[in-house]
């Protein structure tokens, strides 16, 4: 390619790359919600601004590990999302995740322009686009696990500004930085916190400087609401088996799914761009083993590929042999990107805009309809009542919520209202129920494990059945008292 046609593509000419990162960085808007967490870790920030504590999550017991009391490990992130809420009510959860694809595009615009990846090879940039538009499409939700890359992109930026430093004064305006990313990446979600000081110590020398600065940040993680209990947490927390066994944002990468076709996808990359890497650079390779280690247990892991795997690019020589076989169609290729890049996170937009306008985010809240036949039907704060694991907002009513809504939380109730509202028959349900002695209950009406949610829950057809009183049913939640109508 000559030098006149690759300067339309790379360089400060490059803007046919930067415009598409942050363009398919948007189309991640097109989906809402990964689960229903948002409605409960909401109210754990709210309850944090309005000076009830870091805490009110109280009774969150895990059997098997004896975790004790549940921390809160994401009280920032809480008070972002009940931020968000307040600002935008229904459509918060639209806001939210808009402007966590957007900030999504503008870090890692800022990671290529810092390790020089927006120029040089054209086919790189089409590969990196690819990997932008999966994370956006795939990986970005409304969970804290989407800032924690974000601070990982900016560590690694950090850690190559300290190599790069010339003076002392400079190296401690960056440890300054930082010191702050690890303050806040710890309260925001501080179960990944650990990669913070993995990778520094991968990416550094092991000077006395560093170690000193990494003495430093490991005593801040003390700097949050619990100190010394919150470090201690987490390391259990994390290994629980209960929580692997019930929790599916854990689930490991199945190959017999589309997503563990996609990481298996993103991890075969990593290590093709590996084995054609000129500079074979021992840190990424390093990186990108660890990531695909911690991927084994859970896929939602794979997202910390992503930096790496814009890295392992700018050593690659298979790129420049793509370029050679294929220079005359790039000519013409940089505008089709951007446009497509532009359809495509219009399409986004126009999807993400219809869900938040429809009844989906909303369909979980408990509406005074519902807390009027709760009333009329004689239910107290001190009934015993099913929940659904996603009606949390019970809570706030001060019903307790005996088996597995947003507290108290067991492993053993968990699994017994997996039973109730997926695959259970009759005679288990009936045992379940005569055995925690419900006085009511408040849940969907249809089974969620369904495609297309056109399949009533075990549950409900049980009740229906056997003749139990409907106290209230809006199509989607449904509550019924334990008497049994003439």
Known sequence: MSSRIRDKFTGAGAWWLLAPVLLLSLCGVYAGLADLDYYWQADLGSDVLSGLGFNTAVGLVWEGAGLGEYL????LFCIVLSLFRSLFGDWGVFALKAFICLLTGVCTARFLKRFDL????????IFILLCVFLNAMVFVKVKAYSLSVLFLMEELVLLQDWRDSSSKRERMLVFDRMLLLCIVWNNVHSGSVPLFFFFAAVWLDWQLEEILCGVTCAVSLL?????????????????????????GDWASVDAKTVLGVICAFLLASAFVLLIFDTGRRFRIIVSVTVVFFLSMSSARHCIYLFPFLYLATSG?????????????AFIGVRPIIVLVSLMFSVMGFVSGISQAKSEGYRMWYVGDGLVSAMEEAGFTPD???????DVVYLKTLGYQD?????????ANRVLDSDVLLSYGGEAQISQII??????GYVFCKWNLKVPYYDVE????????HQGYEKVYDDGWLVCFSNKKGD
């Not at 927006?118 to 940039?125: A, D, F």
């Open 72 to 75: 809160n490990h994401e009280w």
């Open 457 to 464: 829950s075990p549950l409900y057809a049980y009740l229906v």
């Open 383 to 389: 009934s015993r009542l099913f929940t659904d694991p």
């Open 434 to 439: 005569d055995f925690y002695a419900f006085d």
């Open 402 to 410: 005996f088996t597995v809504g947003a507290y108290p939380l067991v």
């Open 118 to 125: 927006l120029g040089g090879s054209v086919s790189r940039g």
């Open 316 to 328: 690659c020589g298979l790129f420049d042999k793509t370029d050679k076989v294929f220079a005359k």
């Open 223 to 247: 700097v949050n609401p619990y100190g010394y209990k919150l470090l201690l947490f987490d390391m259990f927390h994390a290994s629980d088996k209960w929580m692997r066994a019930v929790n």
